[in-house]
């Protein structure tokens, strides 16, 4: 059953990575664009340092989802050397959508 799975969680990992790409470009422009105390909020330490944030999470993601998929490549039909690495996408998914979104 897991050989049947393991397609689609680095698909879901790939679906991750578009939705929190897109939540942090919409963060940036939020931020960039309301001002709050005279200041852009883009200059706020806490904004920038949460943009930061959001973004070293989903470049991590996205070098596991990478290098779990070139895995799988190398192994063609035996996921079992591999089965770590696609737990480890299956368990980052939202943990990742957490960070970037919330």
Known sequence: AQVRLSGGRIHYGMR???????????????????????????QKQMTQEKVS???????????????????????????RGVRKDIAAVKIMCPQVIDIVVN
Do not use: H
């Open 16 to 42: 991750t990575i578009g939705i929190c790409k897109r939540s942090l470009d919409l963060m940036c422009i939020r931020a960039q664009s309301r001002t709050t105390q005279g200041t852009k909020l883009a």
């Open 53 to 79: 944030e959001s973004w070293m999470a989903l470049e991590q993601f996205k070098l596991l989802v990478l290098r779990t998929a070139w895995l799988i490549d190398q192994n063609p039909g035996d996921y």
